[in-house]
């Protein structure tokens, strides 16, 4: 079944692809926490209109996110299950952590500095552009990879019900009122 990703190692290559998945989505959820806490913190000092439109943007993207990670975490599982590699997943997961809370701290460091290069605004309204900026990158980045994440999972692991394996609708901005 795995052949077309392992040649002669298919559980190696699955595990791999386990291990790859894993790190791409859970970096996201650290990204998503770490932006959402920010922008908290940034609206209980400001009650200035682009903030509260910045933390409607992330709540309005973060919670499709989060509905399709726990579809791939059941995904991940299921495949897990097919290489018997299972146990190797929260062992990666345990070493990754430090690295995944660095990679989140230097996402928050890049919106600030993006600061620096606009001197005219004042920090809050910089640091939001910074992050609406990432935002939009991420939805497009993640947009593209669940296209080649489907496609991959649908070739391998044809034996699962259809309906798992349908991507969601991509979402779009609310109307204006």
């Known amino acids: 079944m795995y052949r077309e990703i392992g040649g002669s190692k298919p559980n190696m290559a699955a595990s791999e692809l386990i291990r790859a998945l894993v790190r791409e989505r859970v970096t996201l959820l650290s990204h998503i926490k770490n932006l959402e806490a920010r922008v908290a913190a940034l ?24 509905t399709q990670l726990t579809r791939e975490a059941a995904l991940l599982s299921m495949l897990a299950a097919e290489t018997q590699s299972v146990h190797e997943v929260p062992d990666f997961l345990a070493s990754e952590e430090e690295a995944l809370v660095r990679e989140a701290q230097e996402l928050i460091a890049a919106a600030e500095r993006f600061g620096e290069n606009h001197p005219d605004e004042d920090p809050a309204r910089s640091f939001s552009l910074g992050v609406a900026a990432f935002v939009l990158h991420l939805t497009m980045h993640i947009g593209m990879q669940d296209n080649i994440l489907f496609t991959l999972l649908q070739r ?22």
């Open 43 to 66: 609206k209980e000092r400001s009650t200035e209109k682009h903030l509260r439109d910045l933390s409607e943007l992330l709540r309005f993207f973060a919670g499709p996110f989060r």
């Open 156 to 177: 391998n692991l044809a034996q699962l019900p259809p309906h798992v394996l349908i991507p969601p609708p991509p979402c779009s901005l609310p109307d204006e009122p």
